[in-house]
């Protein structure tokens, strides 16, 4: 089993651009479950394709599993298993300071919004925040893709709530 612990921000400007090592087109929904604190992904990432079931454990730290399968398959999951709506977005592997990070810029119902996300070894390390960030949403959960699945950003009460100070 692994562990996923990410910070997650908002995206403030497009400094980060010149500092991209490569992209990839991502296409991603769930299977809804009884349990609010686990999820069930399909994710298309170019010609690559998975199924991933994360649980919340604590503070920022999921359980995750995570399991390649054939991209037909994960096709036809996306028509006929799936019962969110499909997230698609464009994310861009950034380095900064000698860390990976990832910017996704969302498209369809998610379109204005930006995230970058960095994967980290616990939750006490450390690491520098680019210039291009804006505001912490890592505890902010409509931010994370399974509520965008659910409620995806145009629907948002106030558009106004992307504060990226």
């Not at 210039?131 to 409509?142: E, F, N």
Request: hydrophobic fraction near 35%; glycine fraction near 4%; aromatic fraction near 12%.
């Amino acid at each position: 089993m692994g562990k996923e612990i990410e910070h997650k921000f908002l995206v403030k400007n497009d400094q980060w651009r010149n500092q991209v090592s490569g992209f990839v087109a991502i296409r991603q929904a769930y299977i809804r479950t009884k349990r609010q604190l686990s999820t069930v992904r399909v994710r298309i990432a170019g010609k690559q394709s998975w199924v991933t079931f994360k649980c919340a454990t604590s503070g920022i730290t999921r359980d995750e599993y995570e399991y390649p399968i054939p991209l037909n398959e994960a096709l036809e999951m996306l028509k006929n298993l799936c019962d969110t709506e499909i997230i698609v977005k464009t994310r861009y592997f950034v380095k900064y300071d000698d860390k990976q990070w990832v910017v996704d810029i969302f498209e369809g119902r998610n379109a204005g919004l930006t995230i970058a996300e960095l994967e980290v070894a616990s939750e006490q390390e450390s690491f520098s925040i680019p210039p291009w960030l804006g505001a912490d949403v890592t505890s902010d959960h409509r931010y994370s893709n399974w509520a965008l699945a659910i409620t995806p950003y145009s629907e948002w009460p106030v558009q106004g709530t992307n504060d990226i100070s």
